[in-house]
């Protein structure tokens, strides 16, 4: 069975300084991953996928994610954070070529102290 | 293009009644997916509709179900409300499934009393 999981509930990390949200996955093939963004009152927005292909992925707003198949991570990150990124953070999985539903971590919440 | 939406907004009902919440996609859009999201177990999946057939179902009990219709929006359903049903509801559209770029609605706030 496919899971994911975030393993931080909160991240602090003051302004200026690079940022890492962390992700670990599990499937049995190969995996579809992403990032999306809750910010405060506002909806879901997609940030990133990783579908094939290179392994750093460059998504909106400056933030990047690498895959490490070996790892089975999926870690977000962005080298110099900003306060307005402060959200909740979600990553999710799902195998590729099946029919399998999307999976969704518990989330992250980033604060950026100015 | 206008975005995804969900209708009511807030919904105040008390256990052991039905809710039925509505959600329209982005024009052209032909997958609708819906989640709860809760503090505690974060966002999870409900089912995801295309096409007007049900492609994928989540974990959940048999009182939540949903539909789609031939114009692609799309219905979900929960009967004899329980306290724990007290969640953010929310769709997503997309153009062929969730392995793409989902499109997020606002939610609706769900409340049991």
């Known amino acids: 069975a496919q899971s994911v999981a975030q393993p931080e509930d909160q991240v602090n990390v003051a302004e200026g300084n690079p940022l890492t949200v962390k992700c670990t996955y599990s499937?049995?093939?190969?995996?579809?991953l992403f990032w999306y963004v809750q910010y405060p009152n506002r909806g879901l927005q997609f940030l990133l996928k990783?579908?094939?292909?290179?392994?750093l992925v460059k998504g909106s707003y400056g933030f990047e994610a690498e895959f490490n198949k070996s790892q089975t991570s999926f870690h977000l990150k962005k080298p110099s954070a900003l306060v307005s990124d402060s959200a909740l953070y979600f990553c999710?999985?799902?195998?590729?070529?099946?029919?399998?539903?999307?999976?969704f971590g518990k989330g992250t919440r980033l604060h950026i102290l100015p | 293009k206008a975005g995804v939406t969900q209708t009511p907004r807030y919904l105040i009902k008390t256990r052991g009644q039905q809710v039925t919440l509505s959600c329209s996609p982005i024009?052209?859009?032909?997958?609708v997916s819906w989640y709860q999201q809760t503090p505690g177990q974060g966002l999870q999946f409900l089912f995801e509709?295309?096409?007007?057939?049900?492609?994928n179902k989540g974990n959940f009990p048999g009182r939540f179900s949903g539909r789609q219709f031939s114009n692609s929006r799309s219905e979900m359903n929960v009967s004899t409300l329980e306290l724990g049903d007290s969640a953010l509801y929310l769709c997503?559209?997309?153009?062929?499934?969730?392995?793409?770029?989902?499109?997020f609605g606002p939610g609706t706030r769900l409340t049991v009393t």
């Open positions: 990783y579908i094939t292909g290179d392994n």
């Open positions: 499937v049995s093939g190969n995996p579809y």
């Open positions: 997503a559209s997309s153009l062929t499934g969730t392995a793409y770029e989902q499109y």
């Open positions: 024009s052209g859009h032909r997958s």
């Open positions: 999710a999985v799902k195998e590729v070529n099946r029919d399998d539903k999307i999976i």
């Open positions: 509709y295309f096409s007007e057939t049900q492609r």
